[in-house]
């Protein structure tokens, strides 16, 4: 079993950057697929970017595509989100989620709903 543990949120103007990171305790990250989502007030969770397992692989959400990266350490127990052009609509809770994945498996889930841990979130706000 893994725990995660978000960090790095914070107030930043339009146009700023921030850097999430993600860190795991109790296991590596090794065979855990990891997507990040962020929750608005009064909406869905919603998927943000996704690195696969082996970190061969990323995902983007096209809302944030070209201005977020997500990357992982090579002792793969921390994934990070580099987040460049903030803009207020990405003001959210971050989170960050594990889809264990021991078979390998080359696909990167959308869907909150396939991932199985979840860390508490961190909030981000990008002011005007």
Same mark, same amino acid.
């Given at each position: 079993q893994?725990?995660?543990v978000e960090s790095g949120g914070g107030l930043v103007q339009t146009g700023g950057s921030l850097r999430l990171s993600c860190a795991a305790a109790g296991d590596t990250l090794r065979t855990y697929t990891v997507g990040w989502f962020r929750q608005a007030p009064g909406k869905e969770r919603e998927f943000v970017a996704g690195i696969l397992w082996s970190g061969r692989s990323t995902y983007? /959400?096209?809302s944030?595509? %070209?201005r977020f990266t997500i990357s992982r350490d090579n002792a793969r127990v921390t994934v990070y989100l580099? #987040? @460049?052009s903030l803009k207020?609509?990405?003001t959210a809770v971050y989170f960050c989620a594990a889809d264990h994945n021991p078979l %390998? /498996? @080359?696909v990167i889930h #959308?869907?909150?709903h396939e991932y199985d841990y979840w860390g508490q979130g961190t909030q981000v706000t990008v002011s005007s």
């Amino acid at each position: 079993q893994v725990q995660l543990v978000e960090s790095g949120g914070g107030l930043v103007q339009t146009g700023g950057s921030l850097r999430l990171s993600c860190a795991a305790a109790g296991d590596t990250l090794r065979t855990y697929t990891v997507g990040w989502f962020r929750q608005a007030p009064g909406k869905e969770r919603e998927f943000v970017a996704g690195i696969l397992w082996s970190g061969r692989s990323t995902y983007y /959400a096209d809302s944030v595509k %070209g201005r977020f990266t997500i990357s992982r350490d090579n002792a793969r127990v921390t994934v990070y989100l580099q #987040m @460049n052009s903030l803009k207020s609509e990405d003001t959210a809770v971050y989170f960050c989620a594990a889809d264990h994945n021991p078979l %390998g /498996a @080359n696909v990167i889930h #959308m869907g909150p709903h396939e991932y199985d841990y979840w860390g508490q979130g961190t909030q981000v706000t990008v002011s005007s």
